[in-house]
């Protein structure tokens, strides 16, 4: 697949509100109005408010339907990206900005979204900007890299600067026993041979935990 068709594909799925990251969340309140009471509590409910769905599932794309495919974050302007590579003082992958300047300033992906480069809004509860997390870490940036994706507690997916390929590692913070000692390295999980490949995993609608399709739970059964 060359950069374009992944770009594209990733552009289709980084517009969908059903499918935009991996877990959707749609109010009980309507499951219950939509497939009748208790629908709900066929699936996993999250702060009593909302329904916790597997990226596509089926009442996510009902509930989101009539909602507008745009970016959840506007794409970077060229002079953006240049100042963001400036102050980490790296040029990112070919890919990783044509991905920032053509599909979206982050908010879509694995787990809690790809990082924006630049504040265009509340990004997550956390809030939390990848050329700061690379600035604020210099230990990480030539073994691991860029921060891509914040997956929760003390794991993140990053993607090296320096090897060639730009592999996508999963580190694990709660691995890094010895950090006076050890490089971050030997807290690494998994390696995705490249950020191409990552992204189209997940693109494809793969969870990059694995290699398995996501299973999504309907109020339907199965």
């Not at 329904?51 to 794409?75: C, I, N, Q, S």
Request: net charge negative; glycine share 10%.
């Amino acid at each position: 697949m060359s950069d374009s068709d992944l770009i594209a594909k990733l552009r289709r799925r980084a517009y969908d509100p059903a499918r935009r990251e991996d877990k959707v969340y749609v109010p009980c309140e309507w499951i219950r109005q939509r497939y009748g009471d208790g629908a709900e509590h066929a699936l996993f409910v999250w702060r009593g408010h909302n329904v916790e769905l597997e990226a596509g599932a089926p009442e996510a794309v009902e509930y989101f339907k009539d909602t507008p495919h745009e970016p959840p974050y506007p794409p970077v302007t060229v002079p953006e990206l240049l100042a963001a590579e400036r102050r980490m003082g790296r040029r990112l992958p070919d890919l990783l900005r044509r991905l920032y300047t053509e599909v979206a300033n982050g908010g879509f992906g694995p787990t809690y979204g790809i990082l924006g480069i630049v504040r265009s809004g509340q990004h997550d509860e956390r809030d939390i900007i990848a050329v700061e997390e690379y600035v604020a870490r210099p230990e990480f940036n030539d073994p691991l890299g860029f921060p891509l994706v914040q997956g929760g507690c003390s794991v993140w997916w990053y993607v090296s600067l320096t090897q060639p390929g730009n592999p996508v590692y999963l580190f694990d913070g709660d691995g890094w026993d010895w950090p006076e000692q050890d490089p971050p390295t030997v807290a690494v999980e998994q390696t995705w041979p490249s950020l191409a490949e990552w992204l189209g995993q997940w693109a494809d609608g793969y969870d990059v935990w694995g290699s398995e399709p996501v299973h999504r739970r309907s109020v339907e059964g199965g």
